[in-house]
């Protein structure tokens, strides 16, 4: 392994135990042997936090050259972006170009690598649909399912013990959208005692745990008599100002419910203000030091990794990509044999 890869591993194994982090370890091994990315220009726009680290650390063992975008939108640990410098990753001007493009809510799709792309999640595909290159959508498979389900889930509940949201035993939570996010913040909100409603469009009342109540979030009397009744509310839809004109403003000012967007976009729309939504109406998991757990996010890092790889293959169709199958069994192996005790028994989540 190089020296900045090594460099990289010695300062997260002070934070992080080997168990929580065995595909992105064993990629970043595999790798600096065949240095499969040796001589390749890659521009990554991960979230940069303490365990995106470990993301780096296997593409500078591949033997790419790192760079990270001078500019996004995306949430960063400043702390962490300082280290940067001191580890070999490099941050991108106006005049580098790349061959590859490790994306993340389509911030970098205005640029054109030789290669292609990855997209890191859902909220970037549109951003490509007009595309000249490849680009392979980690959040197609099966393993994003851990992050935005297992991880997102707990991490919500982590940002709201933070906030001093402890107690939550039968108190109320009603969660629009019941597709990746919304599955995981059910589980630990069942984990709490918590009461809880799925609001969705489609009819979910035979995917619903036991216990759990459905309404349909297009009957906007019910949910917004839900709402006021709720002790929180959260949004999980994953659509921009899909709660435009349905929350109604007088609803949200004259009940004291919490109000928490868990989506990338703004999904309670413009009627109601950023102040009255838990940090500003930005993923409540971002005020975290670390948003997402090293265990639940790191086959998701290690799969978007090995998307770079999969974009060497000559001739790939210019449209948006799924992950490869074989891919993702064998990373998912090493997260289930190798990895921590939610991630032994990640079938009674996912099903595999």
Same mark, same amino acid.
């Given at each position: 392994?190089?020296?900045?890869? /090594?460099?990289i591993?010695?300062?997260?194994?002070?934070?992080y135990?080997?168990?929580?982090?065995?595909?992105?370890?064993? /990629?970043?091994e /595999?790798?600096?042997?065949?240095?499969?990315?040796?001589?390749?220009?890659?521009?990554?726009?991960?979230?940069?936090?303490?365990?995106?680290?470990?993301?780096?650390?296997?593409?500078?063992?591949?033997?790419?050259d790192?760079?990270?975008?001078?500019?996004?939108?995306?949430?960063?640990?400043?702390?962490?972006?300082?280290?940067?410098?001191?580890?070999?990753?490099?941050?991108?001007?106006?005049?580098d170009?790349?061959?590859?493009?490790?994306?993340?809510?389509?911030?970098?799709a205005?640029?054109?690598?030789?290669?292609?792309?990855?997209?890191?999640?859902?909220?970037?595909?549109?951003?490509?649909?007009?595309?000249?290159?490849?680009?392979?959508v980690? #959040?197609?498979?099966?393993?994003?399912?851990?992050?935005?389900g297992?991880?997102?889930?707990?991490?919500m509940?982590?940002?709201?013990?933070?906030?001093?949201?402890?107690?939550?035993q039968?108190?109320?939570?009603?969660?629009?959208?019941?597709?990746?996010?919304?599955?995981?913040?059910?589980?630990?909100?069942?984990?709490h005692g918590?009461?809880?409603?799925?609001?969705?469009?489609? #009819?979910?009342?035979?995917?619903?745990?036991?216990?759990?109540s459905?309404?349909?979030?297009?009957?906007?009397?019910?949910?917004n008599?839900?709402?006021?009744?709720?002790?929180?509310?959260?949004?999980?839809?994953?659509?921009?100002?899909?709660?435009?004109?349905?929350?109604?403003?007088?609803?949200?000012f004259?009940?004291?419910?919490?109000?928490i967007?868990?989506?990338?976009?703004?999904?309670?729309?413009?009627?109601i203000?950023?102040?009255?939504?838990?940090?500003?109406?930005?993923?409540?998991?971002?005020?975290?030091?670390?948003?997402?757990?090293?265990?639940?996010?790191?086959?998701?890092?290690?799969l978007?990794?090995?998307?770079?790889?999969?974009?060497?293959?000559? #001739?790939?169709?210019?449209?948006?990509l799924?992950?490869?199958?074989d891919?993702?069994?064998?990373?998912?192996?090493?997260?289930?044999? /190798?990895?921590?005790?939610?991630?032994?028994?990640?079938?009674?989540?996912?099903?595999?």
């Amino acid at each position: 392994m190089n020296e900045h890869a /090594q460099a990289i591993h010695n300062f997260l194994s002070n934070h992080y135990a080997a168990e929580e982090w065995p595909t992105l370890r064993l /990629q970043a091994e /595999q790798w600096a042997a065949t240095q499969p990315l040796k001589g390749l220009k890659l521009l990554d726009a991960t979230p940069i936090y303490r365990n995106s680290l470990a993301k780096f650390a296997a593409l500078l063992a591949a033997g790419a050259d790192l760079y990270v975008p001078a500019r996004t939108t995306m949430p960063r640990n400043e702390e962490t972006a300082r280290l940067l410098p001191g580890f070999g990753i490099k941050t991108a001007s106006k005049e580098d170009s790349f061959d590859i493009i490790l994306d993340c809510a389509g911030s970098c799709a205005h640029l054109l690598p030789s290669l292609g792309y990855a997209e890191l999640t859902r909220s970037g595909v549109a951003k490509y649909e007009r595309t000249k290159r490849p680009v392979i959508v980690a #959040d197609s498979g099966i393993i994003k399912r851990i992050e935005t389900g297992l991880g997102t889930g707990e991490s919500m509940f982590r940002a709201l013990a933070q906030l001093g949201y402890e107690e939550l035993q039968g108190k109320s939570i009603a969660v629009v959208g019941y597709g990746k996010v919304g599955r995981g913040i059910v589980h630990y909100a069942r984990k709490h005692g918590m009461n809880i409603f799925v609001l969705d469009t489609a #009819d979910k009342t035979a995917e619903l745990p036991e216990g759990v109540s459905f309404i349909n979030v297009n009957d906007t009397e019910a949910l917004n008599s839900c709402a006021a009744a709720a002790w929180c509310l959260v949004t999980a839809t994953g659509r921009i100002n899909a709660l435009h004109n349905k929350l109604h403003a007088d609803t949200v000012f004259n009940h004291p419910t919490i109000l928490i967007n868990m989506g990338v976009d703004d999904e309670f729309g413009t009627k109601i203000p950023r102040e009255r939504v838990l940090n500003a109406k930005k993923p409540l998991n971002f005020i975290l030091e670390e948003p997402t757990r090293m265990c639940f996010i790191e086959t998701t890092m290690a799969l978007h990794n090995a998307c770079a790889l999969e974009l060497l293959t000559a #001739d790939l169709p210019r449209k948006c990509l799924t992950p490869p199958p074989d891919v993702e069994e064998r990373l998912l192996a090493i997260a289930v044999s /190798q990895g921590c005790a939610e991630m032994r028994h990640l079938h009674l989540f996912l099903g595999v």
